[in-house]
């Protein structure tokens, strides 16, 4: 345990507070105590910077199951670090528009910020552990708290569906990554990351390694809401802007592009890789951009819009790993999709982080985000509209921003591909820059949306529930922190170059930067005409154009049926899948009890029949048995004497009696065999079991013989019959071959060397197996507190008139 | 179900304290001899079962002035607590101490912490009996 | 002794459950019940019956008979009390709100699915 440990765990412990700020200091919003964390995070992990900028890391662990190779091993280096940053920066942000998002008189607001704090604790995690169980773990982790913060307004339905639809998405992405992750570590023998990366030549070779690949790669396609797995990142803006801005656009929908960045020394070498990354975020970016231009809410066109840039950077990361296969060349170019991936990483999550927030802002002012009835807002909101513009350019790739100098290296990795010749990029690879480009006009085409749609055109004021204003100053300061670095990283890029973007280019593709190198980053503005610029000029030229026309053209979606589309694809499997699981268990589970019984009877029976047919296990020896006494026999006869009243008993009263014969008839057999502890425990819980009865029995019904069928009773004495015969046989056979020797001497030999003891029984009950008497007690303490709360909370409507008397 | 027994009243006030002592008796002898925790706890919740069957609930409960909920709370304590105690001093949990102590007028005794945990036991058997059995008879 | 013993035991389980098996509530109980006392009868039949004194030290036998089984049971004996006063209360609140005891009336219907 260290201070990164606890700097990564302090989400966890701030979120335990957090009940108790909202309850005891209810005037105070509770954001402004939980900002306190993620800045305090920030300036921490600032401190990491110099460490990291020289390709070093810092590397802390403690055991966790040592037995199986998993320990928490918290590793900083540039793309954790990063991360990291992202993830507190953004958060702290997130938090303080949050203060002015949500309202504390309104809002469960101690719901709202544990999840967000348990997230930002589970997203540090996931990008700080080496050992890939935890960060299994953690990745889980998040899936869950963006599940509870999706359904955070829980009594509206489009929330619940959203966040089930990606719960299950993403959740089916985690299980599959643990299975590649299995399979990993059997091929490498460790969790280790590193390690792993150590031996990434010999796992190559691996027959099992392209499983282990698309394993991994199924759970980082789903979690960045990749093609087409991206159907749930739609739905999920039902949840808080706030949220949308921090979890589905900053950070964690960017966990699965950190976890291909993480793996890519592992797998990168191969053509698979390389195609299938490449070829699934190329396809994305098209796919998301397209279908954003014909979205109606802001939110939904900028969910779109975040998984055709997701798309985008996990392309450049495919792209990237061509790189690997010139590792010759001394200057080799074609890093740049690498850098390009990191540092369009960094710009997304300013540009996009700001223009959530003034979809927010807007939302909040207007009370509707629908641009169908929006527009003309300028006037009324001059700030947020600059902020926006300021967004909306970056992310459309204009300049001055920082939107226009990723973009631009977007496609000079794009471009490059069309030089090399591998992976049969001579025959398929036109296409990416074309989907590049194509995905780009579009880009450029809802980013005007977002803007113009929303501040220029009609005013409305007869489609808004409010009278729109500018936002308070609080709900602005977020936004125009992002808008500000925005321009500034778009003006001085270089700021970044060496500080973080080195670093965390270096981590992804560790072979090419040898000890003491540095991979050279160096972000320009001008590069003369290059094709990159025409391009960029080309996308200006034709979006500006289709977006004049857009009520023109806009028809042509309606061409697309919707019924063949991938949300239809899943609820109809969905459906299907409940139906089907609901017939199947209907068939067997008839609501019966009883039924349940003789199920587990009928098992019972079968299984342990079968073992001892098939084993040969029955066996029957005479030797060594306890001789048989006079009073043995007597027991013996009462005890069946007791079992036969209790069954053909017809009032409740003999019954009740005949059980206590038969437990006081138990007790004295304890005598016998020598058990006086037993007996006398037995003794005294029959006298308070039958002064129980007694004191119930007012309460309790008749005991009255249902109708009950012969065949029924016919049945019954089967299964009871079986049972019994199979106990007893279990018995003999137990007795007649002694498998080992017994444990017990142990006990004997040092319940006074240890324990200082005489009685064993009671030494083994509070000293040696105490955990089992401390689980007793609680279970007896649950049973007390069951019973207590049956009789005294009565909830139903007899209850209450019975309480009232 | 108001009794007026007056014969099991005076025998059950005398017979009560016998059977406390003896229930205390056990609970103590238990690291030695047959006992313990469960039976000294059952044997004094049969004690005060038998006052509630000679007398009502509410002159025991007045007798009693005891939230056995309450009681069961501390003696889960009490034995989470015990064994819990052992992490302070650096050994693992449950781990349990002895030793002899000379006390003035007893002489020479030894003291567990196992008898912590056993108390902790005996509270808890006794809350729960008593809260089942005075929940039940409450609800008549 | 054993023998006689698993044949007791074999009874007992026998019988509790027939009567977990019929309808009515308070036989369901009852046979609960019996199925400890038959569990824990099996328990201290397996560790070995009569093998020596009492498992007290203070009786300074050669041999005593198997501590561990009657430690098990003495915590199995105090948790079936627990269980069965549960039970009994679960069954009389059960009667009192639904008015029967028969467990086919019990049944979960379609609508609480």
Redesign the interface.
Known sequence: MSLLHLAIFSPFLMAMLVPFFYKGLRSIHTGWFVLVLPILLFTYFLGFLPITRNNQAVEKSFDWIPSLGISFTAYVDGLGLLFALLITGIGALVVLYSIFYLSKEKESLHNFYVYLLLFMGAMLGVVLSDNLITLYMFWELTSISSFLLIAYWYDRERSRYGALKSMLLTVFGGLSMLGGILLLSLMGDTFSVRELISQAGELNEHPLFLFAMILVLLGAFTKSAQFPFYIWLPDAMEAPTPVSAYLHSATMVKAGIYLVARLSPIFAFSGYWFWIVGAVGIFTLFWGSLNAVKQTDLKGILAFSTVSQLGLIMSLLGVGAAALHFDALDDNIYTAATIAAVFHLINHATFKGSLFMVVGVVDHETGTRDIRKLGGLLGFMPVTFTIAVIGAFSMAGLPPFNGFLSKEMFFTGMIQLLELNIFNLQTWGLLFPILAWVGSVFTFIYSMMIVFKTFSGKYQPEKLDKKPHEAPVGMLISPMILAALVVVFGLFPNLLSYSLIQPAAAAIIPSLVGPGEKLSVHISHWHGFSTELLMTIGVVALGALMYVTLSKWIKLYTVFPGKVSLNNLYDTSLYAAERGAYSMTKSYMNGFIRTYLVYIFVFFIGILGFTMWTENAFTFNQNNLAPIGVYEIVLVVIITAGIITILMAKSRLTSIIALGAVGYTVSLFFVIFRAPDLALTQLVIETVSVALFLLCFFHLPQLSRHEERMGFKLGNVLVSLGVGAMVTLMAISAHSNKMFDSISSYYVANTYEKAAGKNMVNVILVDFRGFDTLFEISVLAIAGLGIFGMIKLRLSKKGEEADEN | MKTNDVILQTTSKVVFFMIVLFAIH?FFA??????????GG??T??AI?LLL?AFDIKTVVKGFPIDY?IL??I??LF??GT?AGSLLFNIPF?T?A?GDVTLPVLGKT?L?T?ML??T??YL??I???M???Q?????? | MEILMSLVIGALLASAVYLMLSKSLLRIIIGTGLLSHGAHLLIITMGGLKRGAAPLLGEEAAAYVDPLPQALILTAIVISFGVTAFFLVLAYRAYQELGTDNMDEMRGNEAND
Do not use: C, K, Q, R
Request: net charge negative; aromatic share 10%.
């Open positions: 056990l238990g690291h030695y001899n047959p006992g313990g925790g469960f039976v059952l044997m919740s049969g079962v069957l909920i069961v709370g003696g889960l034995a989470v064994a449950f349990h002895f030894s567990h196992a945990f056993d902790g036991v808890v058997v809350g729960v009996t809260t089942i059995i929940t039940i008879g409450e609800s008549e």
